[in-house]
């Protein structure tokens, strides 16, 4: 099993739509997790940060469910500017190593 | 707010040439990273520092160097390119880890080895 797995993609939403996506992760010892943003070329940046349940910020809420060890991010009435990749992100407990997953990219169509 | 600052943004390379990579950040921030992210995959951890002088490798050190001599300054140096390093190189910088910080990314350099 991976360490952190994503849903590649890509997930083609009309605007206004609602769309999730999930990231499982096999390390059962990590606290915190991050979604990061990273559009075509360019840096990742942060977006959201999840230490307990979940965490809601306008549109975007991300959940962690600690049992099944995953983390999900809703986004809900969909932009055109959210059409970017999706990235999660654990980092392991005691060190330095940060996973990265792959990406879950968005397509938001007009 | 100039944050982290990475330069070139492009680079090609013959292989077995050498170069080095710039990042510099004006934020004081003790801890920096660099991070390689070939097409369609994670990131990367390749070496990070936890301040001056202080440096140690990551999951995919080979065939790089990196130097900590200030707080501000952390090059990546190449040796002897290989087709392999082709890829994009990011560099970050954070106030703390422990896992609980938030990491400041450059612009990124993307680097072709022919």
Redesign the interface.
């Known amino acids: 099993r991976k360490e952190?797995e994503q849903d590649?993609g890509p997930f083609n939403v009309p605007e206004g739509a609602t769309v999730a996506f999930n990231c499982t992760y096999s390390n059962s010892a990590?606290?915190?997790f991050f979604w990061y943003r990273q559009d075509c070329?360019?840096?990742?940046?942060?977006l959201m940060?999840v230490?307990s349940s979940g965490n809601e910020d306008g549109r975007f809420t991300a959940q962690l469910n600690r049992a099944s060890q995953y983390i999900s991010l809703l986004i809900r009435d969909s932009k055109l500017s959210d059409s970017a990749t999706y990235?999660c992100v654990v980092?392991?407990?005691g060190g330095?190593?940060?996973?990265?997953?792959?990406?879950t990219r968005l397509f938001v169509k007009a | 707010n100039a944050g982290v600052t990475q330069t070139p943004k492009f680079r090609i390379l013959k292989i077995g040439q050498s170069m080095t990579l710039q990042c510099a950040q004006d934020m004081n921030h003790n801890y920096m990273y660099w991070y390689r992210q070939d097409p369609g995959m994670g990131l990367k951890l390749i070496y990070y520092s936890v301040g001056a002088g202080i440096t140690d490798k990551g999951e995919v050190p080979n065939g790089y160097n990196v130097s900590r001599s200030t707080t501000e300054d952390f090059p990546l140096r190449l040796e002897l390119a290989a087709p392999s390093q082709t890829s994009v190189y990011f560099c970050a910088s954070s106030y703390r880890t422990g896992g609980n910080e938030k990491l400041f990314f450059g612009s990124g350099t993307q680097l072709s080895v022919l």
């Open positions: 952190v590649p990590s606290q915190s070329r360019k840096e990742p940046k942060l940060s230490y990235l980092p392991l407990t330095f190593k940060t996973i990265f997953g792959a990406g």
